[in-house]
């Protein structure tokens, strides 16, 4: 599903965030990718959104050839994988049901399915009885639950959370990580960028560690560790 092949990133300069990354991460499976800040975990997300391109390598998303993807064909691509923040990225002045909805209304949804597909969405994150909260109203948790919500919207194949739990005390990270192996149980498969250790450790699932933009472990049931 996802395949990086050869992939290299150098910056203006000659800094390199990345060299030389060839990874698999199949349908369904769960990932961590973990390393120190600045060890090139942003940077592979950036890669696989489509943000940002490799200066050397390809980049696979199922079909697509993210690296030659053009930038009129990158909205309909992104609605294949849900992205979820560790601030977050809610709408302060729209409610937890306004901020789900917006992602539907953005890609043309029909009224009628959006009053469907929201309310359904939001009691899967345990948030059916806060729709029309603000996120000022709202805990750290439950804005990571709407953001999460929001991911989710369109369905994805693929979920991205990048340090999601960066924000939360230890209660809500725990509900948090709860939530996604929940969605991974659903069948969706889960990219999880973090550096907390406890986080990972918790996992038992497959961890790739990057170190100074290189892969130096991929284990299946993998714990962190420092390099």
């Known amino acids: 599903m996802i395949v990086f092949q050869g992939v290299s990133k150098n910056f203006n300069g000659g800094s390199s965030a990345l060299e030389e990354i060839d990874f698999e991460i199949g349908p369904g499976e769960f990932v961590s990718l973990s390393g120190?800040?600045?060890?090139g975990k942003s940077t592979v997300i950036k890669l696989l959104i489509g943000e940002d391109k490799p200066s050397k390598g390809r980049v696979f998303f199922g079909q697509y050839e993210v690296n030659k993807l053009k930038d009129?064909?990158?909205?309909?691509?992104?609605?294949?994988?849900?992205?979820?923040?560790?601030?977050?990225?809610l709408l302060p002045t729209k409610t937890a049901y306004e901020n789900v909805a917006f992602a539907l209304e953005v890609a043309g949804r029909p009224a009628r399915e959006i009053t469907e597909l929201v309310p359904q969405i939001l009691d899967m994150v345990g948030l059916g009885d806060k729709m029309k909260n603000f996120p000022k109203q709202l805990s750290g948790g439950e804005c990571q639950r709407v953001a999460i919500a929001r991911a989710m919207i369109h369905r994805p194949e693929v979920v991205i959370a990048d340090e999601p739990t960066g924000n939360l005390d230890p209660f809500h990270t725990f509900e948090i990580m709860k939530l996604l192996e929940k969605i991974n149980e659903l069948g969706t498969t889960v990219l999880l960028a973090t550096h907390d250790k406890d986080v990972i450790n918790s996992l038992e699932k497959r961890v790739i560690t990057l170190d100074n933009g290189r892969i130096v472990r991929d284990e299946k049931k993998g714990k962190y560790m420092l390099v």
């Open 72 to 89: 009129d064909d990158l909205p309909a691509f992104r609605r294949h994988i849900g992205v979820v923040f560790q601030d977050f990225r």
């Open 36 to 39: 120190r800040s600045g060890a």
